[in-house]
């Protein structure tokens, strides 16, 4: 899967716990304060990604990660690894 | 101008305030709380509130500039448990204006927003209420529907709101509602609303099991027009806000159990002591005794859990306080429970009191985030916890807290992040989280022999729900 087209899957899982649409997210956005997620939500996103994408993400990664662009790079580490 | 550093946060009071205060209220609950009147009228009499609001309950925990009696969370929880052990319409009441009804006002008012209302807040000629449940939004609180739109200068309140505590009696209430984000999104504001705005409907009583004192109501927001002024904070800041008043009014109502599981227990230990079968006193019964014992030591790992969550604040505060009202609701329905059945037949009386005990009890199992809810969030925060309990424990703490450590750590292994989603594990990790929670509170501040006998039962349950055998 290209760069692009991987970012476009977890862009669309992100809408699916926001308000916001996949085209109206941005990198810097954080996923609390501006998407409105809490604590159980942006975990619950990193959650689905593994599942999704059957990556091996571990909580302590998950739970570092506080905005969409934490989220692509994380997610795009791991696709890396267990390509 | 926000308020400064949290109450909570502060040195806690000394505890000859606390205890004055706390006589004072004993005292003249003792003389003029009535708990099975006010259960079969449906309303705490004038002169209990009146009463109360003289001797500054009302005020306790608000700043002292305006009025109140600035205490913080360790003062509050004794003060709620005192009364809960009168009535718990009563504490509930009083639970709600100085938790969640007045605590963000507190916490995030302007100077200006402290002058208009702190003042008749702290005299207890205004009572507070915080509305977030809704219809079709009880724990999950990212469902809730009531918005918040800007419109010129003003924002513009719709929505409807369910079992609001003190709804009959506040005139000031704390609303969550949905705003949007710079980004768009949706987020949650909190915003202060008066009972006389255009647009404020209040609904009927609702009858319920128990706390029937205690006033429950729904409000239906019709375009109420508000002005920016009204806002706690920035718009769409509400959601950290919750978090801390969530702490507080959690760790309030968990006082209550508490007073409510002393209550039962000092009325087993009375009926115990008088009653006589087979030839003995009953607390001269093995099995009684063995009853009973469990009763004291699990009142005062209560206590002790509640002490402990008080005396943190932050992200700490936020996870105990979670842990104590899981643990607390479902301890005081347990003692009652208990109490009731070594009573006999004179329990399910409701002259004994211990029938109203428990009705009043049980919601609290339920409001201010159902158990099971609360339970698997708990089991989310422990798997992003560093901190290593066992170490510093002994006897049946440390092989408690080694258990769940040694869970975690394999629910890690096996699931990664995945584990997120599966919450039956969460569930269960959180069970056993707040027996170790408990356990640990108790080993620090109750009596030894009591904190022991405790530990010994949590561990054995903990077992169950982690679904291993020793």
């Known amino acids: 899967m290209i760069r692009a087209e991987l970012e476009g899957k977890v862009l669309s899982l992100i809408s699916q716990l926001s308000t916001l649409k996949a085209h109206e997210l941005r990198r810097e956005q954080r996923l609390r304060e501006d998407l409105g997620m809490d604590s159980v939500s942006s975990m619950e996103l990193l959650s689905m990604v593994a599942e999704e994408l059957d990556l091996d993400i571990s909580v302590e990664d998950a739970a570092g990660i506080t905005t969409v662009g934490g989220t692509l790079e994380l997610v795009a580490q791991h696709y890396e690894r267990s390509a | ?470």
């Open chain 2, 1 to 470: 101008m926000l308020a400064s550093a949290s109450a909570a946060a502060k040195a806690p009071e000394p505890d000859s305030v606390v205890a004055a205060l706390c006589e004072s209220v004993d005292r003249f609950c003792a003389r003029h709380v009535r708990a099975q009147e006010i259960d079969a009228a449906g309303r705490i009499p004038l002169v209990v509130i009146e009463g109360l609001a003289a001797l500054g309950v009302f005020g306790a925990t608000l700043p002292a500039e305006h009025g109140g009696g600035d205490l913080g969370l360790v003062g509050a929880a004794e003060l709620i448990e005192t009364l809960a052990r009168h009535d718990r319409s009563v504490a509930t009441t009083v639970g709600l204006h100085l938790g969640l009804g007045t605590r963000a006002l507190v916490e995030h008012g302007s100077a200006e927003q402290h002058a208009r209302y702190l003042p008749s807040l702290a005299s207890g000629e205004t009572i507070a209420a915080f509305a977030t449940t809704e219809p079709a939004a009880g724990s999950d609180l990212s469902a809730i529907g009531t918005t918040l739109t800007e419109e010129g200068d003003l924002l513009r309140l719709r929505g409807q709101k369910a079992f609001v505590t003190n709804g009959g009696l506040a005139c000031l209430f704390t609303v969550a509602a949905r705003t949007k984000t710079s980004a768009g999104a949706a987020a949650t504001t909190l915003v202060l609303v008066e009972r006389g705005d255009k647009g404020v409907v209040q609904l009927g009583e609702e009858r319920k099991l128990g706390l029937r004192g205690s006033s429950t109501t729904g409000f239906v927001f019709e375009d109420v027009a508000l002005p920016r002024e009204r806002v706690l904070g920035a718009l769409g800041s509400g959601q950290a806000q919750l978090d801390r008043v969530l702490a507080w009014g959690r760790l309030l109502m968990s006082a209550g159990c508490v007073g409510t599981a002393q209550a039962a227990l000092d009325r087993a230990l009375r009926y115990t002591a008088e009653r006589r079968q087979f030839g003995k006193r009953l607390d001269e019964q093995p099995v009684v005794r063995m009853l009973t014992d469990g009763m004291r030591a699990r009142v005062a790992a209560m206590r002790a859990m509640v002490r402990a969550a008080a005396a943190t604040d932050g992200e700490t505060l936020a996870r105990l306080s979670a842990s104590a009202k899981v643990f607390c609701s479902e301890s005081a329905w347990r003692v009652g429970d208990t109490a009731l059945q070594l009573h006999g037949g004179s329990g399910y009386i409701e002259d004994t009191g211990l029938a109203l005990l428990l009705r009043d009890a049980r919601v609290t199992r339920i409001f201010e985030g159902a158990n099971e809810v609360l339970l698997t969030q708990l089991g989310l925060l422990e798997l992003s916890q560093r901190t290593t309990f066992a170490e510093r424990t002994a006897g049946a703490v440390h092989e408690l807290a080694r258990r769940v450590e040694a869970h975690r750590q394999r629910l890690h292994e096996e699931q990664g992040v995945r584990v997120v989603r599966d919450k039956l594990a969460l569930y269960r990790l959180g069970q056993a989280v707040i027996l170790r929670d408990a356990a640990l509170a108790a080993e620090r501040t109750a009596d030894p022999d009591l904190a022991r006998a405790f530990a010994n039962d949590a561990l054995r349950d903990a077992v169950l729900h982690l679904g291993e055998w020793p």
